[in-house]
């Protein structure tokens, strides 16, 4: 090789490339995931929930909303903060002020004229951000109100960064075959694979030493299932992106993107675990 010639980094070195700032920036909100879950009390982990779906709001609004923000676009973001907040008094807040943010985004998007394909398109966007960033969010105070809520939620966080992180390391070493090229073509059915087995793996240890009311093989089996569920989120936010033309919701995290593209899994897993915990272990 000539000394001016620029070397060649191997396949597997570029593969990870930028793996050390994810891994610095992941750990990080590990470690706050788990204090905070543990230590917090309720209405401080609402106060997380309800800013994280503040800023949640505004990334989807940034994706989903072309040229300046009108006041039916910029009303969903208290009003998704809002919904976290409300799931401190009870699973009928949460209804009620999903109810009532639907009814406010929908007149503010009606009222802003123009053709009724724009003004239904806008509300069905619109309201569909409500339910996808507050609503979602709102299940993870809701959980952690219930018995033992905090051990439930740190199970999720658990079973979620367990899928992702299986994914991940699956995907970049094995991956050959596109999950979903269209939606995103960085995600591979080998790392789907990884990432439900890791997920299954985490889930049946913490249930059997952390929850002996669900146990080593109904945690397993619960951990694949929001293992699943996770994906199903990443998808939806890539589809967003897809259709944006974006790259990533924000910069908000260093190696991860915005606030959208690491929590998108854990929004969809939580209403999930929420339900099966009122069906099977209420």
Do not use: N
Request: glycine fraction near 18%; proline fraction near 5%; charged fraction near 10%.
């Amino acid at each position: 090789m000539s000394p001016t010639a620029a070397p060649q980094s191997s396949p597997r070195r570029s593969r990870f490339a930028g793996l050390g700032v994810r891994v610095a920036t992941g750990l990080a909100l590990a470690v706050g995931g788990v204090m905070l879950t543990l230590l917090a009390p309720g209405w401080l982990v609402a106060v997380v929930a309800a800013a994280a779906a503040g800023l949640g709001a505004w990334e989807y609004l940034r994706l989903t909303e072309s040229g300046s923000f009108a006041s039916g676009a910029l009303a969903g973001l208290p009003l998704a903060a809002a919904v976290p907040l409300c799931a401190l008094a009870g699973p009928a807040a949460v209804v009620g002020t999903l109810g009532l943010g639907l009814a406010v985004v929908a007149g503010l998007s009606l009222a802003q004229g123009g053709e009724l394909a724009q003004a239904i398109g806008r509300l069905q966007r619109r309201g569909w951000g409500l339910l996808y960033v507050g609503g979602l969010l709102s299940c993870l105070v809701l959980l952690l109100g219930m018995p033992r809520g905090r051990w439930w939620l740190l199970f999720l966080l658990t079973v979620v960064v367990a899928a992702d992180t299986g994914a991940y390391f699956a995907g970049h070493l094995a991956g050959r075959h596109k999950l979903a090229p269209v939606v995103s073509p960085g995600k591979t059915v080998e790392g789907l694979a990884g990432g439900l087995v890791l997920a299954g793996v985490a889930g049946g240890l913490y249930a059997g030493g952390l929850l002996p009311e669900v146990g080593l093989p109904a945690g397993a089996g619960l951990g694949v299932g929001l293992g699943a569920v996770s994906v199903v989120g990443d998808l939806v936010e890539s589809a967003l992106k897809r259709a944006a033309g974006a790259k990533d919701s924000g910069r908000l995290l260093p190696g991860h993107g915005g606030l959208l593209d690491r929590a998108d899994g854990l929004m969809m897993a939580a209403p999930a675990l929420l339900l099966a915990r009122v069906l099977w272990w209420g």
